[in-house]
Nanobody, 120 residues
Framework: VQLQASGGGLVQPGGSLRVSCAVS????????MGWYRQAPGKQRELVGGITSGGSTNYADSVKGRFTISRDNARNTVYLQMNSLKPEDTAIYYCNADGTLRTGEAIYGVWGQGTQVTVSS
């Protein structure tokens, strides 16, 4: 199973960006996808996540600004980031729990990360 994160880049404060995480390699369903971020010199932190049923949770620091959604047909999860602040600058990672077509459960599979930089 592979997780491919994409869509990062440079954006000005107050701007928006959408990052994606596509899951491939025999996946049947994504049971939970979490988005994490790690800023330079800081620990990796949970940004939020989405369940198979579409329920979401968010860190307080991003509530009201970030939205997580999913496209089950494409096995892809999105992180829409609005009203971006310089402190949102980090590498953003996705992490998935899921079920393979074989019926095997997988836990805690990481994507490679995508850089988001918020700067004027």
């Amino acid at each position: 199973v592979q997780l491919q994160a994409s869509g990062g880049g440079l954006v000005q404060p107050g701007g928006s960006l959408r990052v994606s995480c596509a899951v491939s390699g025999g996946i049947f369903s994504i049971n939970y996808m979490g988005w994490y971020r790690q800023a330079p010199g800081k620990q990796r932190e949970l940004v939020g996540g989405i369940t198979s049923g579409g329920s979401t949770n968010y860190a307080d620091s991003v509530k009201g600004r970030f939205t997580i959604s999913r496209d089950n047909a494409r096995n892809t999860v999105y992180l829409q980031m609005n009203s971006l602040k310089p402190e949102d600058t980090a590498i953003y990672y996705c992490n998935a729990d899921g079920t393979l077509r074989t019926g095997e459960a997988i836990y805690g599979v990481w994507g490679q990360g995508t850089q988001v930089t918020v700067s004027s």
